[in-house]
């Protein structure tokens, strides 16, 4: 039992409360007294005739004010969060006494260190460790707050050393012991990712309103703070190389250099050069040498663009630098290792070219680790009109002339408009026709696009059956409205077919998330 005495500061209060105790035979287990003129008593629990006797005997000594009963001692209260906060931290937790021992360790520093508590105290910290002396830093005069690189288990840790320092009456301190913190590398590296990822700045370059693109957005996100290589794949135009920047950019590599190789215009002759670079003397009386790009992308990003035209001797040299991470300069008998996330681009079926015997099956499988699939233009149908406004904004400024509205001609044909050049031929088209508008509204008219058949894929459907017409229509058909309408439920309500027999069609044309199966 507890009790809270509020009372005032006199002399000999805290005695005659005492005496009050012993008279009704109390024995006091504990005693806190606080200089705002409270005094916390704990004793053992009494019935409640005695507890009837004891609250009015206190309340009669001259200066208390009031008496009542509590559920725990201030210590005990700090204790108990103390230790709830302890308990909850996923950081392993460990207290020292001045000669090292220790005298406290929470739940995941009993699970780190593989003993329960009972045995780990007392223990000395120091042998459990390694790669610092904790008894030497205790025995500096005034130890400071360390962080050091330890191993528990043949695992890395960031260990925070924290002296623990009690302030004595004099007004001085003196050292009682200290915390430690242990913190897995792997968990430090993770705040950091998430921090990075959180950044809303790196994918801003993305106008995202249809479902296609902005579940994209949300998987680049996430997949750029790994490190693992990273395969994008998209039709012409669509925007690799600038999501490969935003996923470098969004990585712990963001500061690191971002280096781009366009595969196809290699030469064999000149691969060994351009990846691996020569050393001093490695070519006649060539006293520099060069660095490769492999060396440039040290600690940031290489990437390959178009992977699928690169040659076959280009994919046997590669292989090597993705398996061991070390290459040899020409000339040069030092091997070099090199730190670098690959980010591969391609607009070709990379495993229809594997099957084909045109890319090395090997390559394929440590490249294709993480991969990202941007839609074409035609698929992001929401997304047209706010790109159209963007770049007409944009293009305005850059030549000098009052914003262009669109007709609401002209923003139903870029919605319908197939695009085969996707983004990159819809800038290009918006750019020349603002350059040659003469008036304040941009319409179909300005617009210069080769003309598309409406139903694209039309002729080779009437070259078969009925039956395979009528399924080759039925996949153009799901493949135009899926973008539209990104679940079964909502398609199957467009089509008034039940959802069932819509999944059962989308499996089999591999159209949606069926297509990243294959």
């Known amino acids: 039992m507890r009790l809270k005495v509020t009372c005032e500061d006199r002399l000999g209060l805290t005695r005659e409360l005492l005496d009050i105790l012993v008279e009704h035979q109390i024995d006091l287990r504990g005693i806190e007294i606080d200089i705002s003129g409270i005094i916390y008593l704990n004793f053992p629990t009494l019935d409640f005739t005695a507890l009837q006797h004891l609250m009015p005997a206190i309340r009669r000594i001259p200066g208390v004010h009031d008496v009542k009963t509590i559920t725990c001692m201030p210590s005990e209260r700090e204790h108990n969060a103390i230790m709830a906060l302890l308990k909850a931290l996923p950081d392993a937790v460990v207290a020292v006494d001045t000669q090292g021992r220790i005298t406290l360790a929470n739940d995941a520093a009993c699970a780190l260190l593989a003993q329960p508590q009972p045995q780990l105290l007392q223990q000395p ?30 695992e890395p840790y960031l260990a925070d050393f924290l002296p623990i320092w009690v302030t004595e009456e004099s007004g001085g301190q003196s050292l009682a012991g200290a915390v430690v913190v242990f913190k897995s590398a792997y968990r430090v590296g993770q705040h950091f990712k998430v921090m990075r990822s959180r950044e809303s700045g790196h994918f801003d370059g993305f106008l995202a309103q249809s479902p296609a693109m902005n579940e994209l957005i949300r998987e680049a996100r996430r997949l750029a703070t790994l490190d693992a290589p990273l395969l994008i ?84 040299k590669l292989l090597r630098v993705l398996q061991d991470g070390v290459f040899r300069r020409l000339g040069d008998e030092q091997e070099v290792k090199v730190d670098i996330r690959f980010i591969c681009t391609t607009q070709q079926d990379l495993a229809g070219l594997v099957q084909g015997g045109q890319f090395r099956r090997d390559l394929f499988y440590r490249l294709n680790v993480l991969n990202l699939h941007l839609p074409p ?127 059962n069609k989308l499996k089999d044309y591999g159209i949606g998330k069926h297509s990243r199966q294959k």
């Open 377 to 503: 233009l035609r698929q992001r149908q929401k997304d047209i009109l706010p790109l159209a406004q963007h770049f007409c904004t944009r293009f305005a400024a850059e030549l000098e002339r009052p914003l262009p509205r669109l007709s609401r001609a002209l923003g139903d044909y870029l919605q319908h408009y197939p695009w085969p050049g996707n983004v990159r031929q819809f800038r290009h088209s918006l750019y020349r026709a603002i350059s040659l508008l003469e008036g304040d509204e941009l319409d179909l008219a300005q617009l210069s696009l080769p003309e598309q058949n409406g139903l694209q894929g039309l002729d080779t459907l009437c070259e078969g059956s009925l039956e395979e017409a009528v399924k080759g229509f039925e996949r153009i058909l799901l493949e135009r409205l899926y973008p539209e309408y990104p679940s079964t439920r909502q398609l199957a309500r467009r089509l008034n077919i039940s959802h069932t027999a819509i999944a």
């Open 233 to 316: 794949q998209g039709e012409t135009g669509t925007g690799k190389e600038l999501l490969a920047r935003a996923c470098h950019n969004a990585s712990l590599r963001g500061e690191g250099p971002f280096i781009l190789l366009n595969c196809p215009a290699i030469p064999d002759e000149a691969a060994e050069n351009e990846l691996f670079g020569y050393a001093p003397g490695a070519f006649g009386n060539n006293t520099q040498g060069k660095r490769g790009v492999l060396d440039q992308a040290n600690g940031g990003t290489l990437v390959l663009d178009e992977i699928g035209e690169m040659s076959p001797l280009l994919q046997l």
């Open 125 to 154: 910290l120091g042998p459990l460790l390694k790669g610092v002396h904790v008894g030497r830093w205790l025995e500096q005069a005034e130890p400071q707050p360390l962080s050091e690189k330890v191993s528990l288990g043949g």
